[in-house]
């Protein structure tokens, strides 16, 4: 999957709805998140795919919560899966340069797991965000700004020693950044140079006495291993080969391991009007999953 885009305007400006085209998709197995091609969050849940969003900009665009990340200058992007993977690289360029964004949720198998095991999982509950800079000088961006409760309950944010906590039982965002903060919002911007790293971390979990970017190399390494893995027993060759493995990694992602079932849908349901008929789509359905289930 490969997308363009030109754009130019600061990371906490306000914007439309996006097309659902325009999201993909990134997960651990319990949960997952959307990110947009001009690299907004705009949709994420952690620990389970039916928990309340942390981010949920795709259903309201002025209150719902988002995490950007982009250059500061106009650029353009684009952006695909690393090969037999669920994790996101995004390429922005600028006139000055350029940098990648790799966005992943760590996911791997269990020590004591056997060959065939890929459902007992450690997810830490984490959202990835790793830059680098491939050339040049780029002067990069980030606002976030949490949901709680669906964005119908505010939130007070609070920084210091590079991480921002967004209250009880919300995730913190952990980077080495110096923020601004205005109520619910936070916003940062640095330089990077070529061949310079940073990583951002929102962790539902932590561990005392670790700093989450001390991880994040070894959590990518076992989560492209956990995905190239997986889908490396998928025997099959022929047509749409490349789809079908595409389509094989997006069912296994939203399968949720602690029971196996799929979710139809990794956010919720977005119905056109109101009616006595609606259902809430996210939770699994047996029909709809069967046969995927069984194959």
Known sequence: ??????????????????????????????????????????????????????????????????????????????????????????????????????????????????????????APAWIVRRVECLSGVVEMETAYRPSRAFAREGVSLAAECGVVDAGAEM??????????????LATAAWTMTAGACRDLVLAGNTIAGQAPADRVAEFLAATCAFWTEWIGYCRYRGPFETEVRRSALTLKLLTYAPTGAIVAVPTTSLPEAMSPLNVEILFQRSRVTANPARR
């Open 171 to 184: 995730p913190r965002l952990f980077a080495e950044l110096d923020y601004k903060l205005e109520h619910d």
């Open 1 to 122: 999957m490969t997308t363009a885009e030109a754009f130019a305007g600061g990371a906490a400006q306000p914007r439309g709805y996006r097309p659902i085209g325009d999201y993909a998709l990134i997960g651990d197995c319990h949960s997952a998140a959307l990110v947009a091609s001009d690299g907004s969050i705009d949709w994420a849940t952690l620990h389970r795919f039916d928990a309340d969003p942390v981010f949920c900009r795709m259903l309201d665009a002025g209150r719902g919560g988002f995490w950007s990340l982009h250059p500061r200058d106009a650029w353009t992007s684009s952006r695909a899966y690393l090969p037999g993977t669920n994790i996101l690289r995004t390429v922005f360029s600028t006139a000055s340069g350029e940098v990648a964004v790799t966005d992943f949720m760590p996911v791997g198998r269990q020590l004591d797991a056997g060959v065939n095991d890929y459902v007992r999982l450690n």
